[in-house]
């Protein structure tokens, strides 16, 4: 199961940090192949791209709030996503 690696314990779904990791980062991946394969036409989706953009900015805000209240949890979260924690600016 995706949500293995980052929740604290069995019940714990909707934590910020198991949304932000399993959720988006796995539909942002998913977009980026939907738009990046080459073999595919559609590379010129707009409604993706904003669709993506959308779903980008709701992952920022989440590490924003996740940095201001557990920044040990916030560095083990960009790790494991594969966000550089210094690019996180509050």
């Given amino acids: 199961m995706v949500f293995g690696s980052f929740n604290a314990c069995t019940n714990d779904l909707l934590s910020i940090h198991v949304s932000l990791a399993a959720v ?3 539909k942002i991946q998913a977009m980026l192949n939907h738009l990046r ?3 595919n036409p559609h590379r010129k989706d707009i409604s993706t791209k904003r669709r993506l ?3 980008v900015s709701q992952r920022m805000k989440m590490l924003k709030y996740l940095r201001r209240t557990d920044l040990e949890r916030f560095v083990k979260t960009c790790q494991a996503i594969g966000v550089e924690p210094d690019s996180i600016r509050v």
């Fill in 24 to 26: 988006l980062t796995i």
């Fill in 37 to 39: 394969n080459p073999s």
């Fill in 53 to 55: 953009e959308h779903i």
